[in-house]
């Protein structure tokens, strides 16, 4: 019997080894797809798009097809790389708005200040 944890781990296997060795990082490879369907488009896209409309495509192949497992190790896959931009993303945010944050005074307390006094 298969557990979720196995599906998981050959999909974790396949996006990081299998895939990752035949088209490169992942990351990459949809950002680079963006850039053409954006072109093609001539709509702003960016690589989570790709990944959800590739989810979509496995989706609809699974609606208007036979049953197939791989839609659904794919769409577990795209799903996963959607999530790691949004990591990054989230990450870069942190990291630029890192700098705009101004420490607050620390406000001076009534004791300390009768000690600075003596």
Not at 87 to 100: M, V
């Amino acid at each position: 019997m298969v557990s979720l944890k196995d599906i998981f781990e050959k999909i974790l296997a396949t996006v990081t080894q299998d895939r990752h060795k035949t088209h490169g990082d992942p990351i990459q490879q949809l950002s680079h797809t963006a850039s053409l369907w954006s072109a093609y488009l001539q709509v702003p896209l960016d690589g989570v798009d790709v990944a959800f409309m590739n989810q979509l495509q496995k989706m609809s192949r699974h609606k208007h097809g036979e049953l197939n497992v791989d839609d659904f190790d794919d769409n577990l896959g795209y799903g996963g790389i959607a999530a790691l931009f949004a990591y990054r993303q989230r990450a870069k945010e942190q990291a630029k708005n890192f700098g705009a944050f101004k420490p607050i005074a620390t406000p001076v307390i009534a004791e300390d200040a009768e000690d600075e006094v003596d």
